[in-house]
């Protein structure tokens, strides 16, 4: 059956993306309650934390890095959804782009927020955070620019600067909207925040001509983070870590969890602020095809990665490798594998499962599964260290779970306010798209009348 | 301030308008073009499509680079740190912080040139604007006509739905 989509008119496509802007419900509220509490239950642990010190985790010796670092590669990994993703489908001009892009950018914003947060909390005392920074120091801390600490400060500041410009640039025209909209104080505050906007073509063409070359500069730099991310373990010589292949692997990883969680965000807005004319099926198909290859891809990193460990046999690798296949981590490595590999699948290749409910529940497995990739990542090989009476293991306690789970309600919190000042799909770019539509639907009528058409 | 302009419902229109706009011989830059989307397939909004931006970005990273290349070079001297048999300036190393720093500054002067270039943002109010732009509307209109009524017959003529608007 041929699906044909009733067309918001301009109107309504104003005042379905406007509403959650500028009407509040009791829901929002309740939401916003909720989810803060969740984060300020998240905050007081992580002060608790920084009174009592490390020991109120489970990261001891010789496991230093535990669920902290799990969540700080995890989160710079979502951040991969937006801008990467926008940024590449802007070059490649493909039109069913334009309602995803914001919710896909405000991913990256808020991820990279998050994720850079979690360096700090891991440190056991973060009010001397700025004793990483790379600074000559009378203490002879010189700066370090050799430091892959000192590179992820550098890369990650860069990453979150280019995507909050990417994701505020084309936010302008649409403050321009709401400015002559609104009255009061919502006028004063969207009037300043687009000073000078009135969609003269100069400023169109500027605008496109900046958000063409930031896409183009954001691509690169975004794969560099994350492979800077995977330098912070492949640049140790510890087993399993020291590895050529981690930078396209983590690289690979980002995109598939961003992918995934992108789609999941996009399901949640499409049903809370009632966008199913916009957010339509066929965008969920296309992100589950594109999901769907990063699955294929993870899956031959993954098999690259074990089979190279496994015929080279180092004496220091094979204890962390048999402890992730049959050993103590072997059920949350196979999980690991079901999640991201195995239950996709069918959702994700078999067309007619390639639904919205369909990759809304791959994507929740992917992200499942790369919570755990990161984890067994981090945590197996500093169990398993090069010397066996080094080996130890470790166990999270309450502190971490509880900033563990208030780092997503802070993603959700972030994510929920930004609704209610920022329309969710850009208005202007999705008139392009529908005027371009309407431009191509004449010219082929136009070619049909001429009889250029056969 | 005079000014006489017309708000369209489709570009075809507004295309119309400006067409026979600089057929009654009013000068391209005389005439006010504003709408709420690009509309690069019209000849009203192929306007000011030239710009250097690109080569400005290029410029931008460029400088990024030597600075970047001048920071860790200079810092790595000033403080050596002779560590694991690395030389004292770690070029290999160095350049992530380099690459960094040169994708920064060309993000950056992209975007201070658009904010230039654009005008944004500007206390200046502009000499035309209808909030009706924003709905979807495409004005074209003349400020300080020198004769009013033909513009606005011109703007007429055009059709199309256009809403005649005087400023006097």
């Given amino acids: 059956m041929i699906h044909h989509r009733v067309k918001p008119t301009d109107r309504n496509m104003i005042e379905d993306l406007l509403r959650p802007v500028l009407y509040t419900t009791w829901r929002f509220y309740v939401a916003v309650a909720i989810l803060g509490g969740i984060v300020l239950a998240g905050l007081s642990t992580w002060m608790y934390q920084a009174y009592n010190g ?90 370090n620019y050799r430091s892959p600490l000192a590179w992820d400060f550098f890369a990650i500041n860069t990453y979150l600067l280019g995507s909050l410009l990417f994701l505020a640039l084309p936010m302008i025209p649409d403050f321009a909207l709401i400015r002559d909209r609104t009255t009061g104080m919502r006028h004063r505050i969207y009037g300043l925040l687009s000073k000078g906007w009135y969609g003269t073509p100069k400023q169109w063409h500027r605008l496109e001509s900046a958000m063409h070359i930031m896409a183009l500069a954001i691509i690169p730099v975004a794969v560099s983070v994350h492979t800077i991310v995977s330098f ?35 399901a949640i807005l499409r049903k809370m602020l009632h966008l ?27 098999f690259n990665e074990r089979l190279t460990t496994w015929y080279g046999n180092g004496t220091a690798e094979m204890p962390v490798f048999h402890a992730t296949q049959s050993g103590r981590y072997a059920s949350l490595f196979w999980f690991m594998v079901f999640c991201n590999f195995v239950m996709p699948f069918p959702f994700l290749a078999i067309r007619r499962m390639r639904t919205i409910t369909g990759t809304v529940i791959a994507s929740c497995g992917v992200v499942v599964g790369m919570w755990l990739e990161r984890f067994l990542i981090v945590v197996p090989s500093l169990s398993y260290k090069s010397t066996s009476y080094s080996w130890g293991h470790y166990t999270p306690r309450w502190p971490e779970v509880v900033i563990f789970s208030s780092s997503f309600a802070a993603m959700a919190l972030l994510y929920l306010l930004f609704t209610k000042f920022v329309p969710m799909i850009s208005l202007w770019e999705l008139r392009v798209g529908e005027h371009s539509e309407l431009k191509a639907a004449e010219n082929v009528q136009a070619a049909e009348a001429a009889g250029e058409l056969v | 301030m005079k000014a006489v302009y ?33 509309m690069e397939e019209y000849e009203f909004g192929q306007r000011d499509r030239g710009t250097i931006m690109t080569w400005l970005a290029a410029g931008g990273g460029l400088v990024g680079l030597i600075g970047a290349y001048l920071l860790t070079a200079i810092t790595q001297k000033v403080w050596a740190i002779d560590t694991g048999g690395m030389p004292i300036v770690t070029n290999w190393t160095n350049m992530i912080v380099i690459f960094e720093l040169t994708m920064l500054s060309a993000i950056v002067t992209t975007v201070i040139t658009l904010l230039i270039t654009a005008n944004i943002p500007s206390w200046k109010k502009p000499q035309l604007y209808d909030p009706l732009v924003s709905e979807g509307r495409i004005l074209i209109g003349v400020t300080n006509p020198s004769n009013p009524s033909l513009i606005e017959s011109t703007l007429q003529s055009t059709g199309g739905g256009g809403v005649i608007k005087k400023i006097e």
Avoid at chain 1, 241 to 266: E, N, Q, R
Avoid at chain 1, 277 to 296: A, R, V
């Fill in chain 1, 276 to 302: 199913e004319k916009y957010l339509e099926p066929i965008h969920f198909q296309n992100l589950g095809k594109l999901l769907f290859t990063m699955s294929m891809l993870w899956g031959y990193f993954v």
């Fill in chain 2, 6 to 38: 017309a708000l369209y419902r489709n570009p075809e229109s507004a295309q119309r308008a400006f067409a026979h706009l600089k057929n009654a011989g009013i000068a391209d830059r005389r005439i006010t073009v504003l709408s709420s989307e690009p």
């Fill in chain 1, 232 to 266: 912070d373990f492949s640049m140790a010589v510890v087993p399993m870590w020291h590895s050529t292949i981690f930078g396209p692997y983590f690289v690979a990883g980002a995109i598939f969890s961003g992918i995934a969680a992108l789609i999941i965000a996009m």
């Fill in chain 1, 54 to 143: 490390l020991v109120v985790t489970g990261d001891n010796w010789p496991v230093y890095w535990g669920f902290h670092e799990t969540n700080f590669v995890f989160w710079i990994g979502i951040s991969h959804a937006g801008t990467l993703i926008s940024a590449i489908l802007r070059i490649c001009n493909a039109t069913w782009r334009r309602p995803v892009t914001r919710c896909a950018e405000a991913i990256t914003a808020f991820a990279l927020m998050i994720g850079g947060i979690f360096p700090l909390i891991h440190l056991g005392r973060p009010w001397l955070a700025w004793w990483l920074l790379p600074y000559p120091s009378e203490r002879g801390i010189w700066p």
